[in-house]
């Protein structure tokens, strides 16, 4: 069992930056794959991001429209995962979803098992 409880997200205007925190609690957090995945209204799900176990030598993968702009990273030692947003646009608008999976970082968020209750980030055009 994993509990995931996301924070960090807010207003901002574009080309500001945030950072959006995870925290886990749960007895084998260090061996779950974490992802971000984003939704905003009337749209589909989105996958975001992904990181493997590993904290150091983990497997990452991006979605498109973020590549190069974001970072997944995390810290196993505090339960915690990271998502470092930097030059944010309008379509980067929306719901962002922690989710862990005991699978590799895959981008289909059905294989995600856990999901915290999401945090909302708005960048202003």
């Known amino acids: 069992q994993v509990q995931l409880v996301e924070s960090g997200g807010g207003l901002v205007q574009v080309g500001d930056s945030l950072r959006l925190s995870c925290a886990a609690s749960?007895?084998?957090?260090?061996?779950?794959?974490m992802g971000w995945f984003r939704q905003a209204p009337g749209k589909e799900r989105e996958f975001v991001a992904a990181r493997s176990a590993s904290a150091s030598d983990g497997i990452t993968a991006y979605g498109g429209s973020v590549k190069g702009r974001f970072t997944i990273s995390r810290d196993n030692a505090k339960n915690t995962v990271y998502l470092q947003m930097n030059n944010l646009k309008p379509e980067d608008t929306a719901v962002y979803y922690c989710?862990?999976?005991?699978?590799?970082?895959?981008?289909?968020?059905?294989?995600?098992?856990?999901w915290g209750q999401g945090t909302q980030v708005t960048v202003s055009s």
């Open positions: 749960g007895r084998t957090f260090s061996s779950y794959t």
């Open positions: 989710a862990a999976s005991q699978g590799g970082p895959g981008t289909n968020y059905r294989m995600y098992a856990y």
